[in-house]
């Protein structure tokens, strides 16, 4: 499982908008949508489904980053984006640090294996600083889409 | 550290496999222990306190998993543990 199997390009936010948390998932939701990857009219629910998720433990796991997900019958295969926040957001992370790195997931409700893979991608790039340092420097989307990319071909979270 | 040393295979039986909110309970629960605690899948070894670490994993159901622990807390910390993942 790499980036390129799930992250939809043109839905990567370089400059998040919102300022809380609500605001933050709205709009990585929102983005997905607009690429057409989510049934129409359920933008909403999704939205609904992931900040129930946080409720339930926040998904922001420390230096800074944040993995909000959701399993949900609206999209027909895993489908994430990658959203920046140059501020910060209060996330109510495990180590109590704001959050300027968040990558969400959307999965089919049957699709445990790429779920698990998928996170599990996200989380090996993002123990390695380097490419938690060169995320947080990125402006574009192109710059993102290029690290993601980098990322699939190994360059970060080599096991020491 | 001085202490015990224990090590138990477990086998992840929930049905989203060693998901974030297993993961994040099994590390909730891990910290309570002075102990080091690692996660052994195959030949990834993660440090079990941390969930980033954990979620590297991609435990599936089915799948095994060797729980090291090594401390003065460490039987406690493994029998603590083990319920973690075996009841979940």
Redesign the interface.
């Known amino acids: 499982m790499k980036f390129c199997d799930f992250v939809i390009a043109e839905s990567v936010v370089a400059q998040l908008k919102g300022t809380d948390k609500e605001a933050v998932i709205t709009e990585l939701v929102s983005q997905v949508h607009a690429t057409g990857h989510v049934e129409e009219g359920q933008v909403e629910d999704i939205i609904g489904a992931v900040l129930k998720r946080e409720e339930?433990?926040s998904?922001g796991?420390?230096?800074g980053?944040a993995?909000p997900?959701t399993k949900h019958p609206s999209v027909k295969g895993l489908v994430g984006t990658v959203g920046l926040a140059q501020e910060g957001i209060d996330f109510t992370s495990?180590d109590g640090e704001p959050v300027h790195i968040f990558f969400l997931l959307i999965s089919p409700p049957d699709s445990?294996?790429d779920?698990?893979?998928a996170?599990?991608?996200?989380?090996?790039n993002?123990?390695d600083d380097q490419f938690c340092r060169f995320l947080r420097r990125a402006t574009t989307r192109e710059q993102i889409q290029e690290l993601l990319d980098e990322a699939d071909n190994q360059k970060f979270?080599v096991?020491d | 550290m001085s202490g015990q040393s224990v090590e138990r295979r477990v086998e992840v039986n929930s049905?989203?496999?060693?998901?974030?909110?297993v993961a994040?309970l099994f590390?909730s629960c891990a910290e309570r222990f002075s102990s080091e605690i690692c996660v052994v899948k195959g030949e990834?070894k993660v440090n079990g306190k941390s969930?980033?670490?954990l979620?590297?994993?991609?435990?599936?159901?089915g799948q095994t998993l060797v729980l090291k622990v090594k401390g003065s807390d460490a039987e406690v910390a493994m029998e603590a543990l083990v319920e973690v993942i075996e009841n979940k």
């Open positions: 339930l433990g998904t796991i420390g230096k980053v993995v997900h495990v445990t294996a779920h698990l893979q996170l599990g991608h996200i989380s090996k993002l123990k979270g096991q | 049905e989203g496999g060693l998901h974030f909110r994040s590390v990834q969930i980033m670490e979620m590297t994993l991609a435990a599936e159901m």
